[in-house]
């Protein structure tokens, strides 16, 4: 019961701030250009796109706020997939942050791996679901480059979720409101937008799983694979050739493919998780 109270405001906060960026969205002018894709050219269903997307967003997210039994719903979910291990109600605590003292215990570091690297990834996955969406049913066109716009909005969108997840930490015991978790996620969506903006191009991040030390560890006895922070690995790579030759090789396609889908080598055994807490 205290932590939906303490829930109840932040979420109606996130939800409002979502319901804001839609509508701003919806007003901005589409601007042509030369590089786009026209799909269709018919007026009438661009205009009943613009009236009907906004107005389903509009009553989905308001339904959403003023429904407690919902934000609350959406809170339980959010915490039992991210933290299984202490979303029981036995975990609940008054909202601190995370002091050093229980940082330095921690088992492992990893965690600040994890949560740069699923900060990092989605900007730009989102912002191209927010930009091809709202270009294809306003203006019937595909705009071949992202839009700043949409970039900024997944960037916002992303780093909101952050702070949704590190406030629900922030009452769990053994969890806390973690500065250092939130700096990796900022980490993680600043680097994104560095690399929207032609910065650090040629520099690429990858993860995996280690299965074998997941196994290992008897901690798939009782909870899934992706809260073992242990078993993650990052990796950097930096194409140093880049900076040497005067042409670059747009092998860009192929380099966020690997990025996003490091987790491939581990479906082997997908099918083996046990779901016992969730």
Not at 45 to 64: E, G, N, Q, R
Not at 101 to 129: N, R, W
Not at 181 to 207: C, P, Q, R
Not at 270 to 278: A, M, Q, R, S, V
């Amino acid at each position: 019961m205290f932590l939906k109270k303490r829930l109840t405001g932040f979420i109606n906060f996130i939800l409002l701030f979502a319901l804001c960026i839609s509508v701003s969205g919806s007003e901005n002018n589409v601007a042509d250009s030369d590089s786009s894709v026209l799909i269709y050219e018919n007026k009438a269903v661009a205009d009943a796109f613009k009236i009907a997307v906004p107005t389903v967003v509009f009553a989905t997210v308001l339904t959403i706020a003023l429904n407690e039994d919902f934000r609350w719903y959406f809170a339980d979910r959010w915490t039992r997939f991210t933290s299984p291990n202490h979303a029981s109600p036995d975990q609940y605590r008054e909202f601190y942050f995370k002091p050093w003292s229980e940082e330095i215990e921690q088992e492992t570091q990893c965690d600040k791996g994890v949560h740069f690297i699923f900060s990092y990834l989605p900007v730009m996955p989102i912002a191209t679901l927010l930009d091809r969406s709202y270009y294809a049913m306003t203006s019937g066109k595909i705009k071949n480059k992202i839009s700043d716009w949409s970039v900024v909005t997944a960037s916002v969108i992303v780093v909101g979720f952050g702070i949704m997840e590190e406030y629900m930490d922030g009452h769990q015991k053994g969890e806390g409101f973690d500065p250092l978790d939130f700096t990796a996620n900022a980490t993680g969506v600043s680097l994104a937008l560095l690399k929207h903006y032609g910065i650090m191009e040629d520099v690429y991040f990858y993860w995996s799983f280690n299965r074998d030390m997941f196994d290992e560890s008897g901690y798939g006895d009782k909870w899934p694979w992706w809260i073992y922070m242990a078993g993650y690995e990052f990796y950097v790579q930096v194409d140093v050739l880049s900076f040497m030759r005067k042409s670059r090789i747009d092998n860009q396609i192929f380099k966020s493919v690997v990025e996003t889908v490091g987790y491939l080598p581990d479906f082997k055994s997908f099918w083996k998780l046990k779901y016992n807490n969730i």
